[in-house]
């Protein structure tokens, strides 16, 4: 890893972005960015997101057997009530 | 790119329910194709919702669900201002079409997902807005590849 800092990168931006390295940039002498190649940039956003998306989707399995005893058209009247209290209460504080 | 708003009946009914397609739209805010797209009134209006009392005594999540829950909507949603609409009788129906109809001005074609039959009345009234229940959308609008994928 190659280590800069923000004026060299303000100063030689074309000849930095050629480098194969990854680059620390320091201002005030502390790491503010990281600059990778863009490739290895989406490997990683990817990596994250299937992370992301195992852990959403373990969670939410639990979740949904938990309230598996409730039945759509329930879910569905609950939901409609709390939407049309929030809506109420929304424009009485509104008009206030 | 098309764009995706999904209502809060949409996103209390995925929280809470695997069945009738709701968590598979809104699982689309982790795909790369369609673009999720959403305005914070929403979300507030989702997280009042939550705690209605009735909501909030009867249904099982606890905070860490709800945050791995919401956390996808700020990390690969859009949050967009919605215009200005007044084609509903409620307010905060115009909110979500404003939002919907903003979208279409980045997508071109933008999916609202939702229960609310007052929405639901106006599909085909704006032509790049497509109004559906989740269920239509994953049918009628998913190519097959991706929904095969879904299962």
């Not at chain 1, 879910?75 to 008009?95: E, F, L, T």
């Not at chain 2, 990390?75 to 905060?92: A, F, N, Q, T």
């Not at chain 2, 979208?103 to 074609?109: E, N, Y």
């Amino acid at each position: 890893m190659q280590i800069v800092s923000s004026t060299d990168v303000q100063r030689n931006f074309k000849k930095i972005s050629r480098m194969d390295e990854d680059i620390m940039v320091l201002q005030d002498s502390r790491p503010i960015k990281a600059m990778i190649h863009w490739e290895e940039y989406k490997r990683l956003k990817s990596l994250e997101k299937d992370y992301l998306r195992d852990k959403f989707d373990r969670m939410m399995a639990e979740v949904h057997v938990r309230n598996a005893k409730f039945s759509e058209k329930e879910i569905d009247r609950d939901v409609n009530a709390a939407i049309k209290y929030v809506r109420a209460r929304r424009r009485h504080k509104r008009s206030v | 790119m098309y764009g995706l708003v999904v209502d809060t009946n949409v996103l209390f009914r995925a929280l809470v329910n695997e069945k009738g397609g709701d968590y598979k739209a809104y699982r689309f805010v982790f795909n790369n194709e369609f673009r999720f797209y959403y305005h914070e009134s929403r979300v507030k209006e989702f997280l009042e919702i939550l705690q209605y009392k009735r909501i909030s005594k009867k249904y099982t999540f606890s905070e860490e669900v709800l945050d791995v829950f919401m956390s996808p909507i700020r990390k690969y949603g859009e949050s967009l201002e919605p215009e200005v609409v007044k084609i509903c009788r409620d307010i905060d129906d115009n909110e979500v079409l404003g939002l919907a109809t903003a979208a279409t001005r980045k997508s071109g074609k933008v999916f609202l997902i939702t229960h609310d039959e007052d929405l639901l009345d106006l599909n085909g009234k704006i032509e790049t807005v497509e109004i559906l229940r989740p269920g239509e959308f994953l049918r009628d609008q998913v190519p097959t590849p991706l929904r095969l994928r879904l299962r």
